[in-house]
């Protein structure tokens, strides 16, 4: 079996020291700080936090406290009524300038999101792509969409879920503040602290009026949801914690987006494209299904339940996963996985416990990997991360639907 290693220059360590050279007023020693006011603070508590990739101690968040986020959300105010007299076409490129100097920064960007949240190297980069693609079309297309309009009255408020990082909170920063307002985000809690502190350090070079703060959500949500000087929240996560900020926002009357998760399944009759299935079988897995847009489960016309696991079954087989900076030759590329380890332990063994419940209630294990068919460094390494690796894996499958009538058509089916 074939000795699989660290690739040399992706350590975290590594990654860190040039997160420090490229942003040293935005990293301090073994820790990060918070952006408020225009400047770098070394403030907050910084929190413990470990590597979902092999449980290694990494940077954790400053936390805040209640009044220091207050004080943060009040001074992204004041930074916020002077940019919205910025003329469109200085806020243009300024952006434009922060973009270059993040496209610079991309492959850095990308390591860190693999050591903080365990995406593969292909997904970390397409994640920060995601970012830097769309914010370059709303340069293009900005001026229609703000003609005869005006900024809001106060700072957009970002709360996102730890999962995009680049894509959907530093997306949103960027165009909120082309747009004519300043912007407001607090880290996600379980990952993504040091990709966020180094990406808003190259832009606020630039000037772009940022903020970026950490904390738990329980100290930090009176003011970043309820404070009065909040222009718009802008919420994107999980439907347990967006059903907090409702209500304050209901009370103060803020303008707000509530983007909530909706995992949905497939249905699957009257229907021939096995091949188009079966490589959306394969897509699904990607990240191992920690996004919205997974489809966790497939519902089956009875008729077509054979030729469906036939399609199914060999796509589910074909996934890779396992450690996302292990190779075999120090000169070998990073590995092209489908998934790397879950975001935490709890996550792993809720998955794990999810799947005991499914079979002990009648479903029917359809395909089980084994843990020596993912990627590890070493002993320890595989070790760390076995009920993370090898529960995603796993697929069950209940008795398939039988139609009582014609059933609609999914667009695009056969």
Same mark, same amino acid.
């Given at each position: 079996m074939?000795?699989?290693?660290?690739?040399?220059?992706?350590?975290w360590?590594e990654?860190?020291?040039?997160a420090?050279?490229?942003? !040293?007023?935005?990293f301090?020693?073994?820790?990060?700080?918070n952006?408020?006011?225009?400047?770098?603070?070394?403030?907050?508590?910084?929190?413990p936090?470990t590597?979902p990739v092999d449980?290694? !101690?990494?940077?954790?968040?400053?936390a805040?406290d209640?009044?220091?986020a207050?004080?943060?959300v009040?001074?992204?105010?004041?930074?916020?009524?002077?940019?919205r007299?910025v003329?469109?076409?200085?806020?243009r490129?300024?952006v434009?300038?922060a973009?270059?100097?993040?496209?610079?920064?991309?492959?850095?960007?990308?390591? =860190? =999101?693999?050591?903080?949240?365990?995406? *593969?190297?292909?997904?970390?980069?397409?994640d @920060?792509d995601?970012c830097l693609d769309?914010?370059?079309?709303y340069?293009g297309?900005?001026d229609g969409?703000?003609?005869?309009r005006s900024?809001?009255?106060? *700072? @957009?408020?970002?709360?996102a879920s730890?999962n995009?990082p680049?894509?959907v909170l530093?997306h949103?920063? +960027?165009?909120q503040?082309l747009?004519?307002?300043?912007a407001?985000?607090k880290? !996600?809690?379980?990952g993504?602290?040091?990709c966020?502190?180094l990406?808003?350090? /190259?832009?606020?070079r630039?000037?772009l009026p940022?903020? +970026?703060v950490?904390?738990s959500?329980s100290? +930090?949500?009176?003011?970043? $949801?309820?404070?009065p000087a909040v222009?718009?929240v802008n919420?994107v996560?999980g439907?347990?914690a967006?059903g907090?900020?409702p !209500?304050?926002l209901?009370a103060?009357?803020?303008?707000h987006i =509530?983007?909530?998760?909706?995992?949905?399944?497939w249905? $699957?009759w009257?229907?021939?494209?096995?091949? &188009?299935?079966?490589?959306?079988?394969?897509?699904?897995?990607?990240?191992?299904?920690?996004?919205c847009?997974?489809y966790?489960?497939?519902v089956?016309?009875?008729?077509?339940?054979?030729?469906? +696991?036939?399609?199914? &079954?060999?796509?589910? %087989?074909s996934?890779?996963?396992?450690?996302p /900076?292990a190779?075999a030759?120090?000169?070998?590329d990073?590995?092209d996985?489908?998934?790397?380890? &879950?975001?935490?332990?709890?996550k792993?063994?809720?998955?794990?416990?999810?799947?005991?419940?499914a @079979?002990?209630?009648?479903?029917?294990?359809?395909?089980r990997? %084994?843990?020596s068919?993912?990627?590890?460094?070493?002993?320890t390494?595989r070790?760390?991360?076995? @009920?993370?690796?090898?529960?995603?894996? %796993?697929s069950?499958a209940?008795?398939?639907?039988?139609p009582?009538a *014609?059933? *609609?058509? %999914?667009p695009?089916?056969?």
């Open positions: 074939t000795t699989l290693r660290l690739k040399p220059g992706t350590a360590a990654a860190h020291a040039r420090l050279a490229a942003a !040293p007023e935005a301090h020693d073994h820790r990060v700080l952006l408020h006011g225009g400047r770098w603070h070394r403030d907050g508590v910084p929190v936090a590597t449980g290694r !101690p990494i940077t954790g968040p400053p805040l209640a009044d220091a207050r004080g943060a009040r001074a992204a105010l004041d930074q916020h009524r002077a940019w007299h003329p469109l076409a200085e806020r490129a300024r434009a300038a973009l270059d100097e993040l496209s610079a920064h991309r492959d850095l960007l990308a390591l =860190l =999101l693999v050591w903080e949240i365990g995406k *593969p190297w292909r997904a970390a980069r397409a @920060v995601r769309g914010v370059r079309w340069l297309e900005i969409m703000v003609e005869g900024p809001l009255p106060g *700072p @957009v408020s970002n709360i730890w995009y680049m894509s530093m949103a920063m +960027l165009v503040v747009a004519g307002n300043a407001v985000a880290t !996600p809690t379980d993504g602290t040091a966020l502190t990406a808003c350090a /190259l832009a606020a630039h000037g940022l903020t +970026l950490s904390g959500g100290a +930090l949500s009176p003011a970043l $949801v309820g404070d222009g718009c919420f996560g439907r347990g967006g907090r900020p !209500p304050a209901a103060t009357r803020t303008r =509530l983007e909530q998760e909706g995992l949905n399944c249905g $699957v009257e229907f021939s494209d096995w091949d &188009l299935l079966a490589a959306q079988a394969r897509k699904a897995f990607e990240y191992g299904k920690q996004r847009t997974a966790p489960r497939y089956v016309q009875r008729d077509l339940f054979d030729a469906f +696991l036939a399609a199914y &079954l060999p796509a589910v %087989r996934i890779s996963f396992g450690h /900076l190779v030759d120090p000169g070998d990073l590995p996985l489908d998934f790397g380890p &879950l975001i935490n332990d709890a792993a063994k809720e998955l794990a416990g999810t799947i005991s419940d @079979v002990a209630r009648g479903g029917i294990p359809l395909h990997a %084994r843990l068919d993912g990627r590890s460094c070493s002993a390494d070790a760390a991360n076995r @009920v993370r690796s090898i529960s995603m894996r %796993r069950t209940r008795v398939p639907w039988t009582r *014609p059933a *609609p058509r %999914r695009g089916t056969r």
